[in-house]
């Protein structure tokens, strides 16, 4: 059983989730061909934070899907607010639903490069010092269920402190917090999508896709786990 040791750090939404499918698993649930599976020796991941790498469902040039590994957050150049100076880029790993079809960061990508994010669970602090971490998974025979998170995805351009650099990244759309959420974080979500509207999600036009946008059912989810800061053995 994989042990995770959560930092003293209250994480916004959503700022921590897992995926622990197996590469097979994720192929036959979001229809992926073996020879479009570019994961390789993919491991459990019980912890992906933002910047980590982790699989992500796309579509290719041909219209296929393709298993990859990006990394989560879009990047953007980010300067010191003190000397003006290049410094770590930033990642902004979740994009609201009320804006992918307003903001210059997330439009185009709304528009031309929805993908499917796999997860087994995500996790939202309540309080600090210390923050009390629960963890959220979908109700079933399984311990943990495969589902996915609505995401997008793009080639990050930007500056970093050698110079230009890109990067390929996702994002995840968040929305209203559902009843069993709300408790934890009042506001925001990840959104969840059924299975039986992936196909909408990755070829519908923007407009079929924003409908999917909305909090998922809350009794078809459960609290998994739940512990305090440094202390947590949480098992994503």
Known sequence: MSKLILPLTVFAMCNLYSNTIPAEAMRQ???VAVERDRLGNAEPLPA???KHMAPVVRKTEDGARELVQLSWGFRTTKKSKKTGAIIQPGAWNNARDDKVRSSGLWKWSFEERRCLVPASSFCEAKGRNPATYYWFALNGDEDRPPFAFAGMWQTSRYEGK???EETETYTVITTSANEIVKPIH???MPVILEPEDYEQ???GSADEAFELLQPFDANKMQIVLSSEG???D???
């Open 29 to 31: 649930l979001f229809d």
């Open 230 to 232: 440094e202390k947590s």
């Open 234 to 236: 949480a098992v994503g």
């Open 48 to 50: 992906i934070y933002p």
């Open 186 to 188: 009042p506001q925001r």
């Open 162 to 164: 050698e110079g230009p």
């Open 201 to 203: 999600w990755m070829n």
